[in-house]
């Protein structure tokens, strides 16, 4: 005779879009150790620029690292870096990506519960994360906690435009081609967010991605009649967007 102990426990909301997250990710570890590898220079240069001066001794977290172009791109800068992630695939390739990089480590990890202390990092990046989160919100206060008293955040992800039916179009594009992908927050909702939060905006840089829809829906391993269903939401055969590069600091 069975109990209740032998049904299974349903997942709560947050359980089911870390699995959608997970199932989106894992498959496609390969596709995103490879744009890491190749991305890494160009935001190492960027991340230089951006968080000067820097002393070389600090100690960094790449939240929501995925295959670890962030923490890759600050190692050369910093004396620590440390990317967590949900997705274990993704964590596998970013470990064999810096396997020659002494100072750069990777442990599991939930954006919304970081397992380290209070005040742990003299600075806290997230790249490409805050789209897939359906209560952004509720990273921002977590990603602070982590870092030390007057250190930074780095926040660094794809804009929605100003005009809300362009918005939503861009999103419903996005989620047919991403089941991960929640909402594109616009450089209104950013800075809205870290005023909420009481981080003052020390730097900032928008830019301008060419992107091709055919690579782009290879890397969301489209296929068969849902890439053709996918493509007719594109923008186009090949589409701008822009990305937001915020520098930030807690206000103290």
């Known amino acids: 005779m069975s109990s209740k102990r032998d049904v299974p426990k349903k997942m709560g909301k947050s359980e089911e879009r870390k699995e959608v997250v997970r199932t989106r990710f894992a ?11 190749e991305q890494a220079p160009r935001i190492s240069e960027r991340v230089a620029r951006l968080l000067a001066p820097l002393r070389g001794d600090e100690r960094a977290l790449d939240a929501g690292t995925g295959a670890g172009a962030l923490a890759l791109g600050l190692a050369p800068l910093v004396g ?3 990317g967590c992630d949900i997705v274990s695939e993704l964590l596998a390739a970013a470990r064999k990506l810096a396997a020659d990089l002494p100072n750069v480590s990777f442990v599991a990890g939930d954006i919304f519960a970081l397992p380290f202390e209070t005040g742990s990092f003299d600075i806290v990046g997230t790249i490409r994360t805050l789209h897939h989160l359906e209560r952004p919100e509720k990273a921002i206060p977590e990603l602070m906690r982590v870092t030390r008293p ?17 918005a939503m179009e861009i999103d419903r594009f996005e989620r047919a081609r991403d ?3 929640a909402r594109t927050l616009s450089d209104q909702d950013m800075r809205g967010l870290f005023e909420m939060n009481g981080l003052t ?3 900032q840089e928008v830019v301008s991605e060419l992107r091709n829809v055919e690579d782009f829906l290879d890397g969301a391993g489209c296929e068969g009649e849902e890439r053709e269903r996918v493509k007719r939401l594109a923008p186009g055969e090949t589409f701008e967007v822009e990305v937001g590069w915020y520098v930030l600091q807690l206000r103290v």
């Open 80 to 82: 620590e870096v440390v």
């Open 27 to 37: 498959p496609a570890a390969g596709h995103f150790a490879a744009r890491a590898r």
């Open 179 to 181: 089941p991960s992908h």
């Open 201 to 203: 905006l020390l730097r």
């Open 150 to 166: 007057n250190g930074r955040l780095l926040v660094i992800d794809q804009l929605a435009p100003l005009d809300p039916p362009r």
